[in-house]
């Protein structure tokens, strides 16, 4: 196996040591602009992607991300913010990391080297799912092992890595491929890798968020609103839905437990909360559907 791309040594930053504090941030800097260029590069494997996903949550399966260290954490944030977010259940979208739970926290040495732990890991896909495997090197045997139990039970899986020789590359049945070049400090993922990474992942659960309809034009129609600020915030999506008042959001909110596309209805429709919330499911839940509905009549 080839040096991964990872490892390499970044010929712009072999002075890092000596420069002024301030330089240093502006290096730094100069190496990030390189990595939303990169993610530009591979919109369409994103985008394939996000089809992907969309289609097997229409089916009702689940998105899955494996990883190991940064990688690992970057997929169960992403995972951990999508409930809140998109009021799913917390089952729809799930993270794993090599190591199990203590790896989120410490580094769990030799985790990433178990095929084995992979595969049994693996034994929650099912073939409605989508598998994501995410690596900076495109190495572990831990995700290999991930993508051989995939590949047994028929899930479909796509690779998220910044090395082309990478392993992953070679294994996952759709690739995605971020090469943003040698680290500012040689063989540390966490930085540029880390953050190209978290880009897709961000693309990937909101694309296919937004192709179910979970959003209404860029306006966060399904957000919990479980907080102060949350609770502003839903106020003013419906008022700006339904073009009223905040204080007539408020009181259409206040009736429906917080719910925004029934509060929406609501008022669009002048109907009550539970004649709202059968309205939706006659449209599988997606506002714009109705919307557009009700408009045309």
Not at 79 to 88: L, Q, R, Y
Not at 242 to 254: E, F, I, K, P, R
Request: proline share 2%; glycine share 8%; hydrophobic share 40%.
């Amino acid at each position: 196996m080839s040096e991964a791309i990872t490892e390499y040594r970044n010929e712009n930053t072999k002075d890092i040591d000596l420069l002024s504090t301030i330089d240093m941030v502006r290096k730094m800097n100069e190496e990030d602009k390189i990595v939303a260029e990169v993610v530009g590069d591979v919109a369409a494997d994103i985008a394939t992607a996000i089809d992907m996903i969309a289609k097997a949550f229409l089916k009702g399966g689940r998105l899955f991300y494996f990883g190991a260290g940064t990688s690992g954490r970057l997929g169960i944030l992403d995972a951990s913010e999508c409930p809140p977010t998109f009021s799913v259940d917390p089952s729809m979208v799930q993270g794993r990391i090599a190591g199990g739970k203590e790896a989120l926290l410490f580094a769990v040495e030799g985790a990433e080297d178990n095929f084995e732990e992979g595969k049994k890991d693996a034994s929650v896909l099912t073939d409605k799912d989508i598998c994501v495997v995410i690596s900076a090197s495109g190495n572990p045997k831990y995700l290999l092992g991930v993508l051989d139990k995939a590949d047994e039970i028929g899930c479909a899986t796509i690779g998220l890595t910044c090395n082309s020789r990478g392993l992953i590359a070679q294994n996952a049945g759709h690739v995605i491929c971020t090469e943003v070049g040698p680290e500012v400090i040689a063989g540390s993922s966490r930085l540029k890798a880390g953050t190209a990474q978290k880009m897709v992942l961000n693309m990937l659960s909101t694309g296919s968020m937004i192709k179910i309809g979970k959003t209404y034009e860029n306006f966060m129609i399904d957000l919990k609103a479980v907080n102060e600020k949350l609770k502003d915030r839903a106020i003013r999506i419906v008022s700006q839905i339904a073009q009223v008042s905040n204080s007539d959001a408020l009181g259409a909110l206040l009736k429906c437990n917080w719910e925004i596309k029934t509060a929406i209805i609501m008022i669009k429709m002048n109907i009550d909360a539970q004649s709202a919330r059968t309205e939706l499911r006659k449209h599988g839940g997606v506002l714009r559907k109705l919307l557009n509905a009700e408009s045309a009549v």
